[in-house]
Structure formats: structure tokens, C-alpha cells
């Protein structure tokens, strides 16, 4: 399914992305060990079981690219020039190795571009959530979506 063009995207427009990724232990110490995290409640098991979590945690950071990436088949696949920023992250809940995080958006607001007549502005809001509902987070975006036939 393409992306969504500006046009196309409504005020309180809701997706609940198909796709779901269950997250794996290379995912997370690969990730971690590629952006020089050294945090050792992602690549030490022995120090992680001593933590309150009792075992590693998933790289928020990478959680957070993960969501963005299960909302791009249904949401931006093709459709969009940039995002422009990230706004208001917070991780209520950590994930671990071998939970499925699947992904929700909403369209809070959009307007023109004033410096790009081919595009909008959209922010918008995304939650990644484990099966049971359980929110790992949640964070909003704005994004710069190109318009139809206009390129």
C-alpha cells in the first residue's frame, strides 16, 4: 500500500499499522553496539539481572525507529520529503527481547508549506505497543508530506 499524500490526510485520522516486529536480541545489542551505547542494561546480562527489570531492555531509541518504520507501508511510503522533528517521547514501559511491538497514528494537525508549495506540514502522534496493550511509547512527529501531482 503506497504512503499517503497531504492531501489525502485528515485532522484526527487514525492508522493502526498492519505490520508488527518482534524485537530480538541482535536487534537490540547490534543497535546498541552501532550508536556506541555502551548502556549495559542493553548488552550485559549479568548487570541487567541485577537491575530493577531483572533482565536487558530494548534500546528506546531503537523502539522509537521501530514504530516509525511499521507506520511507513500505510503512512509515508514514497509520500514524503522529510521528518522535520520529534516531539514529546516518553517510554512508560521497556521492551524486551522477543516482545512484538505493533504501532498506532493519528494526524494531530497539518498545514501548507510556506516555503514548499509542493508539500505540507503534518504532525503526527504515534504509540508502539506490546500485544496486550501494554504502551513501550509514544511520541509525536512532524513530517513534510508532498502533494498529489505536484513534484
Known amino acids: 500500500m503506497p504512503g499517503k499524500y497531504y492531501e489525502e490526510l485528515e485532522t484526527g485520522q487514525k492508522f493502526k499499522h498492519s505490520n508488527g516486529r518482534t524485537v530480538t536480541e541482535m536487534d537490540n545489542v547490534l ?3 552501532l550508536t556506541m551505547n555502551s548502556q549495559p542494561l542493553h548488552s550485559n546480562q549479568d548487570f541487567a539481572s541485577k537491575s530493577q527489570f531483572g533482565q ?12 516509525v518504520g511499521l507506520s511507513v507501508p500505510e503512512l509515508t511510503e514514497g509520500t ?7 516531539d514529546r517521547v516518553i517510554a512508560p514501559h521497556p521492551a524486551f527481547h522477543g516482545d512484538t ?5 493519528e494526524v494531530l494537525e ?3 508549506s510556506k516555503s514548499h508549495p509542493e508539500a505540507g506540514l503534518v504532525r503526527l502522534k504515534h504509540w508502539g505497543r506490546k500485544p496486550d496493550g501494554t504502551l ?3 511520541f509525536e512527529r512532524t513530517v513534510m508530506f508532498l502533494k498529489k501531482g505536484v513534484a
Do not use: D, H, P, Q
Open 136 to 138: 513501550v511509547i509514544e
Open 110 to 112: 497539518k498545514r501548507e
Open 56 to 67: 536487558r531492555i530494548v534500546n528506546g531509541v531503537f523502539v522509537l525507529g521501530l514504530v
Open 80 to 86: 514524503i520529503v522529510a521528518t522535520l522533528g520529534y
Open 101 to 105: 511491538i505493533y504501532a498506532e497514528s
Open 31 to 33: 543497535f546498541s553496539m
